[in-house]
T-cell receptor
Framework: DAGVIQSPRHEVTEMGQEVTLRCKPI?????LFWYRQTMMRGLELLIY????????DSGMPEDRFSAKMPNASFSTLKIQPSEPRDSAVYFC??????????FGQGTRLTVV | KNQVEQSPQSLIILEGKNCTLQ??????????LRWYKQDTGRGPVSLTI?????NTKSNGRYTATLDADTKQSSLHITASQLSDSASYIC??????????FGAGTTVTVRA
């Protein structure tokens, strides 16, 4: 398996634009997590899906952020409209239940 | 509030030397504790995962300990190599799946 695949690896966008980050979890994993990492705040859990259903989205900073998981092999994290303070590295991770979580390479987002 | 505190924030060691990283947590109810290694520009990679009943777990030159009574864990790196330079993150999982992350310890190994 190629592991958790995220795209794009880097994204630079202007303030106010819509940004969509994509994630393909490891096949067979039933849990998917979206994280955000910044120097100031470290790793923060944004949202957690189990069997494609959002279980906890309390970490989503505000209504500008939304996440979907239409099927077991694909998830998106959307920011609309984007703001400079959204600049961070966004990680997607997947696991089988409470087993080891495997992280993707991350998407480095820069909003100018 | 569940918290995970790591120390030191950063450290520099010479190649071949040993070092120990600390993690204290207040997460409850406890499920497991994980140590991740994160190289610059890459996603975290799991080194060890320990449950309540496990005291020690090794992965090559990495040895993690867990004292569930005092809620402390340590990660010991033996005979450090240049490739050990990374950020090491302690992650504690509660029984409801929620993960609490430490801020990480940045290790720099110098030749």
């Amino acid at each position: 398996d190629a592991g958790v695949i995220q795209s794009p690896r880097h994204e630079v966008t202007e303030m106010g634009q819509e940004v969509t980050l994509r994630c393909k979890p490891i096949s067979g994993h039933n849990s998917l997590f979206w994280y955000r990492q910044t120097m100031m705040r470290g790793l923060e859990l944004l949202i957690y899906f189990n069997n494609n259903v959002p279980i906890d989205d309390s970490g989503m900073p505000e209504d500008r952020f939304s996440a979907k998981m239409p099927n077991a092999s694909f998830s998106t994290l959307k920011i609309q409209p984007s703001e400079p303070r959204d600049s961070a590295v966004y990680f997607c991770a997947s696991s089988l239940g409470q087993g080891e979580a495997f992280f993707g390479q991350g998407t480095r987002l820069t909003v100018v | 509030k569940n918290q995970v505190e790591q120390s030191p924030q950063s450290l520099i060691i010479l190649e071949g030397k040993n070092c120990t990283l600390q993690c204290n947590y207040t997460v409850s109810p406890f499920s497991n504790l994980r140590w991740y290694k994160q190289d610059t520009g890459r996603g975290p990679v799991s080194l060890t995962i320990m449950t309540f009943s496990e005291n020690t777990k090794s992965n090559g030159r990495y040895t993690a300990t867990l004292d569930a009574d005092t809620k402390q864990s340590s990660l010991h790196i033996t005979a450090s190599q240049l490739s050990d330079s990374a950020s090491y993150i302690c992650v504690v999982s509660a029984t409801d799946y929620k993960l609490s992350f430490g801020a990480g310890t940045t290790v720099t190994v110098r030749a």
